[in-house]
Each structure stands twice: as C-alpha cells, then as structure tokens.
C-alpha cells in the first residue's frame, strides 16, 4: 500500500494543540488515562459509601460523611443509596474501566505496536475523547440535580428507570451520557479497526500481531456491533422519559397502549453480555503478552490464544438470554442459552491452558507487572468458575440476583479488569512518561489489592450464597441474614483496605512522573516493536517504518549468541 | 488501492454496521410489539396518513438516483454535471426532511399523539431518528459537494462513502415505509 496517512507530521507546538485538542495518540491515551484515574477514585469512594452502609447502616460515614450529606448528618439515606449502587456501576464500567483499557492501552499500544505514526484518523481520536469528556461531565452534573442521580441500578431496567420510578431529572441525564460515550466509543472502534487492518508494518501478519494489539482489536469489533443496540435501547428510553412515548412503560404506568419493559432488558443484555467482553478481552491480551515477556519464553499457543480470543468473541453475541433465566422465558430458550452459555468456557479453557503452558518451566521475573498479570489468571480463574453457577438454569433461579452475582461479575470485570490495567500501566509506564515506577511500592500495591480484593468479593459469592439478595439496604433489619453480618464487616474492612491501598499507587505514580528513574528504552528486554524506540517516543514514534521479520514472543530461543535472551520483532529469527 | 482510500472504504464500513445495528435493534423491538399486540393498528387508530410517507419515499429514492450520478459523473470527469446533481441530491435531502415534518403533522391532525401508546411511539419514536440521521446525511452531502467542487480525482472514494451512507439512509426508510405504513 502507498500514500496515504502514516507520513510524519509536524509536532505541535502550543499548549493548547499539545495538550488539549492533541490529534497524538499518545497524548489522547494519557488524557484517556487521567480521565480513567479521576472517575476510578470517584467510583471506587462510591464503592466505599455502599460497603460502610451495608456494614454500619445508620452510622455516619467517617470523615467527609457529614460535608457529603449534611442533611442525614452523614449517614447514607436509602435513596442515595440507590444511586450511590447505579452510578458506581455505570461509572467503573463505562467511565474507568473502559476508558483504562480501552482509551488509554488502545490509543497507546495499537500504533506502537504495530509499527505505526498514529492512528488512521487522528481527528477522529481527538473527538472521541473529547465527547467522552463531555458525556463525563453530563453524568457528573446528574449528581447536582435536585433530587440526585440515576438511581435504577447501571442496568437501568423499566420501570425502575421510567419517570415512575426514577421522577428526578437525573436518569434523563444518565441516558444522555451513555449516548454521548455511545459515540464516542464508536468513533474509537471505527479507528482502532481500520488502523490495526490498514496501518500493520510490513511484514506483521495478524498472527505477528501482540497479544495486547489482539484483544483491543477483537474489542473493538465488538464495540462497533453492540455499543448501538444499547445506544437505541437509550434513545427509546430518552424518548419515553422526555417526549411521552410509551416503549417500555405497561400496565397503568401507560395511560394508552402498553409497552413492554422486558424488552428494554433484552436490547440491554444483547449488548450487555458482549460488554463484559468488551472489558475484558483487551486484559486478557495483556495478560498473554506479560506472563510470556517474564517467563522469559514464547507465549505457548499463541494462535491458538488468538482464535480462542476470536471465538470467545463470536459466542458472547449469542448467550445474552442467561442474564434473563428469572423473566418467565421459555425452557427451550433457557437450555439453549444455557448451552452456549457452556460453551464459551471451551475457547476460555484452551487460553486460560495456554497462560498455564507459558509460564510452566519459565525463567519468571517477578516483577509488578508480572505479579498483577499472575493476579488476573487467579482472579479470572475464580471468576470464570463462578460464571459457570450463573449460566446453568437451575443453579441461576437460585442465585439469581444475589450478593453472588454481584461477586461473581466483580472478579470477572473488576477484578480481573483492575488488575489487568494496573499490569498494564506498570509495564508500559517507562515507555509512556520515560520514567520508572517504584517497583518496591507496586509490590506493596500489589499485595494490599490482591488479598483485600479476594476479602471483598469472596465474601461477596459468600454472603450470596447465604442468599443475601444484591440490592439490599440493611441487611441487619432481616432475621435470616443477621448471621452473614460479620462476613459484611469483613468485606467492609477488605474494601477499605484496599481502598488505602489505591493510595500507595497513587503516590506512585504522581512520584514517579516527576522523580521517577530514567527508564531505558527497553526495561523489561522484550522485542515487541514499542521498545526498539526512546522512552518517551519521538512525536511521530518511528523514523523510519520498522519492518517486521519475527513474532512479539521470541524470548529464551537458545540459539541466540548475542547476550541476549529476547529478539526484536525487527530482527530475523535465530535458528540453529 | 491507495490506503488513504483502503482506510476511508473500511472506516465507512464500520460505520455503516454500526448504524444497521442500531435500526435493527428498532426493528427487532417493533417486531415484539407487533407480534404480541391483539390488534394492528391498535382498534384506537382510524386511519394512518400515507400522503406524506409515500412522497417521502419518492423523494429519497430519487435523492439516491441523484447521488448515483453525481458520483459516476465525477467518476467519468464530467465535473459540472456531478456538482449539479449533487446539489439536487441536497435539495432533494432538505425536501424529505421538509415531507417528514408534515408527516408528523399529519399524525397529530389525525388524532395520533406522541403518547397514544406504542403504536404511536413507534411511528414517531423511529421517523425521528430516522430524521437525525437524515441530519447527519445532509451534512455528508454538503461535504460531499465540497469534495467534488475541488475537482481531483483522488477524492473520488470520499465522495463515494457518502454516497454510501446516503443509500444507507434510504433503504432503512425503505423498511420503515413498508414496515411502519404499508403492511
């Protein structure tokens, strides 16, 4: 291919072209990367408030209770508490944990390395963050309003979500911001899309591709597909909260004609369940890529850890229906959903193999980043062995709508997800900001997450299976849950355990970005193409367009005679 | 193929998928309405306006002719007469958008309000964002007739997406008519 738009363009030189309206890849990842940051400590404070109430209900919350809330005197009321639920969801999964992975890792990762100057539209990636700016603000603003935020759960289900049951204006504003990032995420996807197919160095065939640059890719197709069934289903829902029409309402809430509410259901989890994925398949790329780079040995089965990736993705379009066992849906429906429900933990067994098969026999560095991937295959592995209770019919009529569920999904798409980001931010940082981050605090970060996290949602499958249902305000006024009270606390002390954890990264990082040691340009000795190039990379990332001669995983070949134990991508591989 | 123009077809593409889902989704729930309601129209309707939605479905079928032989005239270098038919394409545009909001006129002098249940919902609910879209469209038309005013040959494939997303836009009305007003 010739001409087109991979040819060096001229830095930018004002503050505001560099830093703001920035058409750079790698300014868009960072300002992805604050963004994620700043809504993470929002959500996570969220979280908080919801654990100290189901813990210590009717006590104030402890320090900034009583500047948050000085009506109650600090303590949550049962309203709030609704919306505290609603938007810690919707915030950690549309506002840090996309714009983590996807935003900050996609921008960053997918033209390094891949050998390319940017993106295949950089503009595009200019307005994509920008509207997701926007629709932050939009949601941020809903919390201002007089009688609060969304307060219908982050599925936002009818009639909860219907002016019947959220009246305030801050639902119609949660609508909004989910549209807003609707586009934006689309507007990511076309991106990522045509720059992985259009802008690979010469020589990168798809299978040549990292893991990572797989997973953001396969992510982002889903995006393309899914995020604008959700954006209809949110439309009709706008247009029944704000113009009178009447999609999802029934029954006496519809003065003319019913609706159906179920059906909001459906469009949600038709793009609900291929957006656990959408999560989590950039993380699973990252994972595959580290836990080969520091077991010092090719990633076993690579392909086959790609098309287990692809396959995963074609199947979370189809098992939707095990999110709605409970509506009344037809055994024959529930046993097929079921049956592709188990299904996906084929593709899923085969690469979560293939991570064993890599690190089996390797030369592990137990460095942070290798130390939070090792906590993903952990985290997955419970995560996924949950699932298995969720998609199987008659176990789910039990579970369903528990404190189990609420487990189970925070080790798939939180836990997994987080430590997974935090992998990636702590492999990736030198190369981004040319400085390296503490690696004695992001071992302390790493063990003040990882035990926690397990108090927090192991607790949480316990207290579900107890049957402690998910939604609850005070566990303590029902008889039959008084005996899970302590595991509450437990999960209580946990959370805010970590929650100071998050503290020593924090300071970390800012730290390290003004302090931090000089980073080489390839710190961790691998050979994928981002660290043949200065930390930080140069405004246009290659002089000269890299031409790739071997895979990203060519590590511990013993004939190599070099002093080296990897080789970059950009090198014929060494036979014997 | 140029990958400027390799990049600009796919990023088409995408987007054109991205759009078909999002009118499926709508179809796929008018499918459940209709299919679970006793009656269609609900026995409160009289009688649909079909004045305006044919006319509409006129106009944008000859907006797509029009689109069409702007971009083979621009293809054949036959520059003026592909500016020409461009700007028909627009006025054209502009007409439908103009039947659309005569149609929901039409809707209410009959009686059929926005809240008169999921029948109405559905007639107004999808035209409406059928019509932001139209919107949207009219603004690919504006840029496409700035691209062909530019006379270069190398932009041909911009204006060919839009043309894309032009026809795009005229065959979800074309399943909106049939469904939503003829059958």
Known sequence: MSGGFNEIHEAPTTFWSKYIVSYDHKVIAKQFLWYAIFFLGVGGMMALMIRWTLAYPGQPFPIIGKLLLPSTGGVIPPDTYAMLFTLHGTIMIFYAITPLLIGAFG???????????????????????WFAALSGLILLASLFLPLGGAAGGWTSYP????????????????????????????????????????????????????????????????????????????????????????????????????????????????????????????????????????????????????????????????????????TQMSPLLTQSFMTLTMTISIPSAIFFANWLGTIWKGSIRFDSPMLFSLGVVFVFGLGGLTGLHLGTVTTDLYLHDTYFVVGHFHYTMAASVLLGGYAGIYFWFPKMFGRMMNEMMAKIHFWGTMIPLNGIFFGMLMVGYGGMHRRIYNPFVYDSLKRLIPINEMITISAILMGLFQIVFVVNFLYSLWKGKKAPSNPWNVGTLEWTIPSPPVHHNYDEIPVVKCGPHELGNPNLKNGRDFQYQTEELVKG | MRRAELQGNLAMTVTL????????????????????????????????????????????????????????LAQKGEWKSAQLFSLFTIFCGLSFVGTQTLLWRDLKMSGIMVDSGVFASILYGFTWIHALHMVLGLGGLVFLHLTLLKVDSKNLYKVMNVERFWHFLGIVWAFMFAGLFLF
């Open chain 1, 107 to 129: 921008n960053y990762c997918i033209p390094l390395m891949i050998g390319a100057r940017d993106m295949a539209f950089p503009l595009l990636n200019m307005l994509s963050f």
């Open chain 2, 17 to 72: 998928v991205s759009g078909a889902m999002l009118f499926i989704t709508l179809f796929m729930g008018y499918a459940v309405y209709r299919t679970n309601a006793p009656f269609w129209p609900p026995l409160n309707i009289d009688k649909v306006p079909l004045t305006w939605p044919w006319i509409s479905s006129m106009i944008i079928a000859l907006s797509s002719w029009t689109c069409y032989q702007a971009r083979s």
């Open chain 1, 159 to 326: 009639t909860l979500s219907t002016l019947i049951g959220s009246p305030g204006d801050g639902q119609t504003l949660w609508c909004l911001a989910i549209f807003v990032l609707g586009i934006s995420s689309t507007m990511g996807a076309v991106n990522y899309i045509t720059t992985v197919i259009t802008l690979r160095a010469p020589g990168m065939g798809y299978f040549d591709m990292p893991l990572t640059v797989w997973g953001l890719w396969l992510t982002a197709i889903l995006n393309a597909i899914f995020v604008p069934v959700l954006g209809a289903g949110v439309m009709l829902l706008l247009m029944d909260r704000m113009f009178g029409t009447t999609f999802f309402l029934a029954g006496a809430s519809a003065t003319a004609g019913s609706g159906d509410p179920v059906l909001f259901q459906h469009v949600f989890w038709i793009f609900g369940h291929p957006e656990v994925y959408i999560l989590i398949l950039p993380a699973w790329g990252i994972v595959s890529d580290l836990l080969s780079f520091f077991s010092r040995k090719p990633a076993f089965g690579a392909k086959a850890t790609a098309m287990s990736m692809t396959a995963v993705t074609i199947l979370s379009t189809l098992v939707y229906g095990h999110h709605m066992f409970t």
